[in-house]
């Protein structure tokens, strides 16, 4: 301990401003923490700071404030010191998060927090792999910012499953996988990410079975730009897509890793270090507001606003409460240092060697403490500072709006009060974590509320996925292989139909322009924009005289050659009808990151692309249904677009088409003209559109495709030649699913476009429910 127990605190040459030294747990640092606190304080004062007012107006990722950071080697702070690191421990984790959070930019410090958690999931793993210590060792050189991407966007931000993910393992040195995410921090703009997906053969519905990924900065897709918020406005936080072929020497750890890198690095890193963002964010706001009442005067009474005991009140709480956080987070990370001989990475070449997954009750509670101060306190020092603090300029709007996320981020408050409550009352083995764990209790309590017909129809219900649940495995011992379902198109029972023939069309003998197993390229003719992100591409066949060769609902795979990039894959779906001769119309949604995507920007006529076809998806046929109901969202509207063409082309078809729609405002909906042309004048089709945010005069619907809108529009489940069809994004497809199993709709009439429909599915109806076929009016 230091001969003086404090320091007068400076900022630049002056005296600081606002809360002083005395106030601060200065016995927790050793002298080099102090002093690289000291140097943060400087470069906070000099460029973060400044910084973080033109990052908040204008939506900007802090790369300046953070490359100013790696200037004190402090993107390899957790880095041992034999990798070029500074090697340093929790404490000092803690004091960094907390004094660029106070003194910089809350945005800069989250990114940070982000940053540091990924280093730490790949410093627990970095012993056996050349690939990631390469990394590790060029964080500050190379000014690497690296983020986590463990979010889902179907199972909700309190807490997730990993049921939008998928991992094959295609032969010993590489594996398949698809993530998609919805709130990741730096979304395309950090330059690695550390992800958790599935593991690879997992069992179907079991999501605690996890293994981590490296990805880097070229290989994710993101929609950045997307991102508006309430706060944390330089976060760039959003959805996330990764998706590819990698080598194992990308996986963090080994497979099914995933959970022990979860409970030992990137929970305790992130609940440790979050909470000193909060609790920073909290000081910065008292320091904010100390400043203006010991300035402030009141010329009628002679006396500053800081002498009103009310005020003083303010302040003497906010200040006990904050530092009973602060201490909470620094008592915890010396307990972290000590489990660990002084943050040591040695030790973790033992896999099961997990000493600061022990302390996860603690960081549960410190998390919800220093959330839940953080907000106290912003609105306490709001009060204080009057009507000066709703102000812009001064600065104190920001940090009340940016501390609001400390509740919100996942866990949630609302999750970890019941999690620390549950181990309370029940135990450390209550918390269920994956859903593995039955909880009978609840179970016959439910069942004793229902009546005996209510009862009966569960028995059946329950039978009906006992005997489901022994036909697969009957089917997967004889096959003496575990499910494996086709990657691309999971309701696949077999290879995708192709129309290998000639067709007769506008007058002319057309053959196939496609083939499913090679590749064709196809010239771009026109490009159309469709609002301000969405453009319509329409590419022709080499040769005149040719149609697709697919069905409608069928999509295809485009492949690119960028220049100084892998080669690119997607899949689309075409929204022109498949007997269209001569051309092929593909819509795309221009994201913000991801290399073909940017390819396709720059694209211009004569310029070319490869394809091939059919790859997948719904395959329809005139007449092999009574019913077909199209419900889809967004930019997932395109494989409807084509089943209506399709329909509406052919009088001899009877199919009954309905189209529920549902976008976030009138102009998202894609060519909206066309569709209200073809309800008008053909009476197989109607269409409920319904609207996020809804302009005047609007008759309409507003809001998610509910029950009682699919109860109004579809053909009831009552055994006719009925199809439903799902295109959208995740959230949107498992809310719609839960209203269709409430409206007792079977899962076998269900078709969702996308690489998780089966997993969405079975997360709404059961893990061994039938399933839907690809073929219209074809179940498995």
């Known amino acids: 301990m230091d001969s003086e127990p404090w320091t007068e605190k400076m900022w630049g040459g002056r005296k600081f401003w606002g809360v002083g030294s005395e106030f601060d747990p200065w016995w927790t640092l050793n002298e080099k923490q102090k002093k690289l606190q000291q140097d943060l304080m400087e470069i906070c004062r000099t460029k973060i700071r400044p910084h973080a007012i033109y990052c908040d107006k204008t939506y900007s990722y802090p790369r300046e404030s953070l490359n100013a950071m ?50 730490a999931g790949l410093l627990l793993r970095h012993h056996n792999s050349e690939t990631i210590k390469d990394i590790l060792r060029r964080l500050d050189k190379d000014k690497l910012v690296g983020t986590l991407s463990y979010s889902d966007p179907a199972t909700g931000g309190h807490f997730w499953f990993p049921l939008s993910s998928k991992c094959h393992q295609l032969d010993e040195n590489h594996v398949k996988l698809l993530k998609y995410a919805s709130w990741t921090t730096s979304s395309g703009f950090a330059d690695f990410y550390a992800i958790q997906t599935v593991s690879p053969g997992k069992k179907p519905g079991d999501f605690s079975d996890l293994t981590c990924f490296l990805f880097l900065k070229d290989e994710v897709r993101a929609n950045a730009a997307d991102w508006q918020s309430l706060g944390m406005h330089g976060n760039q936080s959003g959805p996330l897509i990764c998706e590819g072929v990698l080598d194992v020497s990308r996986r963090i750890g080994p497979v099914g890793d995933g959970s022990r890198s979860n409970d030992e690095t990137v929970d305790p890193f992130f609940l440790l270090a979050s909470s000193c963002c909060w609790n920073g964010i909290a000081l910065a706001c008292i320091d904010l507001v100390k400043k203006h009442v010991t300035r402030k005067a009141h010329g009628d009474l002679g006396i500053r606003v800081c002498d009103y005991p009310t005020i003083q009140d303010y302040f003497g709480e906010s200040v006990c409460d904050t530092n009973s956080v602060r201490l909470m987070a620094m008592s915890i990370a010396e307990a972290l240092d000590m489990a660990t001989e002084n943050n040591s990475w040695d030790k973790h070449v033992d896999l099961d060697y997990l000493p600061r997954a022990k302390f996860l009750q603690w960081l549960w509670q410190l998390k919800f403490a220093a959330a839940k101060n953080v907000n106290t306190v912003t609105d306490t020092m709001l009060h204080a500072a009057g009507g000066s603090g709703y102000k812009t300029d001064f600065g104190l709007e920001r940090l009340l709006r940016d501390g609001k996320a400390g509740w919100v981020m996942g866990p949630s408050n609302e999750v970890l009060r ?10 450390m083995d209550a918390t269920d974590y994956w859903a593995q764990q039955v909880n009978h209790r609840a179970v016959h309590h439910e ?17 009906d996925d006992v005997q489901n649940s022994r036909r697969s495995a009957r089917e997967a011992a004889e096959k003496n292989t575990e499910e494996e379902e086709d990657f691309e198109n999971p309701f696949s029972t077999a290879p995708p139909q192709y129309v290998d023939k000639p067709l007769t069309l506008q007058g002319r003998e057309c053959t196939p322009g ?14 159309t924009t469709l609002g301000d992100k969405m453009e319509m591409f329409t590419f022709v066949y080499p040769e005149p005289d040719k149609h697709s060769g697919c069905l409608a609902g069928q999509y295809v795979k485009i492949r690119i050659h960028p220049e100084g990039h892998p080669v690119q894959e997607r899949y689309f779906s075409p929204v022109s009808r ?8 593909i819509i795309i949604r221009f994201e913000t990151t991801g290399i073909l995507s940017q390819h396709f920007k720059q694209l211009k006529p004569g310029d070319t692309v490869e394809v091939q076809g059919p790859c997948g998806g719904f ?3 005139a007449n092999t249904v009574d019913h077909l109901a199209l419900l889809a969202s967004g930019a997932g509207v395109t494989p409807a677009l084509q089943l209506i063409r399709t329909v509406m082309a052919d009088p001899e078809d009877s199919t009954q088409v309905t189209l529920l729609c549902f976008a976030e405002t009138v102009d998202d909906i894609l060519l909206k003209d066309e569709l209200d042309r073809y309800q008008a004048t053909d009476k197989r089709l109607q269409i409920l559109y319904s609207l996020g945010e809804t302009p005047e005069n609007w008759d309409g619907e507003e809001g998610f495709i509910d029950s009682d809108m699919i109860q109004r529009m579809v053909a009831k489940p009552n055994g006719r030649r009925c199809k439903i069809v799902l295109c959208g994004g995740p959230t949107m497809v498992i809310s719609t699913l839960s209203s269709l199993r409430q409206l007792k709709y079977p899962a076998r009439d269900i078709f969702v476009y996308g690489q998780f429909g089966v997993e969405q599915v079975r997360m709404v109806y059961g893990r061994y429910v039938e399933l839907s076929g690809h073929k219209s009016g074809c179940a498995v």
């Open 418 to 427: 019941q999690w620390v409550g549950k181990t309370v009352l029940l135990g």
């Open 619 to 621: 395959e329809y046929r």
């Open 514 to 527: 496609l083939r499913p197993d090679t590749f064709t390229p196809m010239a771009l003719r026109q490009r």
């Open 578 to 585: 498949p007997d269209q001769p001569d051309e092929l119309e």
């Open 70 to 119: 790696s200037e004190l080697g402090l993107l390899g702070l957790l880095v041992p010191k034999e990798l070029g690191g500074l090697g340093e421990s929790h404490r000092c984790a803690a004091m960094v998060v907390e004094t660029l959070a106070r003194y910089g930019c809350p945005s800069t410090a989250m990114v940070y927090t982000m940053h540091i958690c990924a280093t």
């Open 447 to 463: 069942v004793q509320k229902m009546t005996t017909d209510q009862k009966e129809a569960l028995v059946a219900q329950l039978l």
